[in-house]
């Protein structure tokens, strides 16, 4: 008895689900972010992010995505200091399930996401007059989630701004928060 219930908790279920083709939806976004203490001392990163969206219901997608992040900082405690560059690079595979609380057709629409990312990043370290090092932590398979909001402006062209949460590890077993504010454009094909 209960499983022909739950058979027919199903078929009900499924068939008060509108019935919606798959479709995709391609992104492209970017961020970037300067900051200049003195003219001896200052950060720049920039990153990109390139998705695929795999709705399998109007409002449910899976996303993967790809993202490549660099930063550059510059340092010297003081004018008589050897000058420090530090270059960083990361490379992020992230997989998400996305909730989207708006139908497709609305002009505004905010979402949540959370899965998974891979993390790939090396630390490049010259020091004036001396020689480089290099640091490369192992990859991480680490949770992920984020917000957003998408603003269809027309049925295949939206603007989408995001922000992304990654928990990295930095060693000791211990764990941070590594985020990124995006601004990008989607196309829904």
Known sequence: M???????ALAVFLSSVPAHALYTELGLSY???TTT????NSFDSESITGSVSIYFL???????????ARGLREEKA??????RTTTQKSQIMGADLILVFADKKSLFQPYIKGGGAQISRYQEVKIEGQDSYTI??????????GAGLKIQMTETFGIKLSYDVWKTPIGGGLQTDDSSVRAGVTWVL
């Open 58 to 68: 109007e409002r449910l997608a899976l996303e993967l995505s790809y993202t490549d």
């Open 31 to 33: 961020g970037r972010k």
């Open 2 to 8: 209960k499983k022909i219930f739950s058979v027919f």
């Open 37 to 40: 203490f003195d003219e001896n």
């Open 78 to 83: 003081n004018s008589a200091d050897p000058q």
């Open 136 to 145: 490369e932590p192992e990859k991480a398979t680490v949770p992920s989630y």
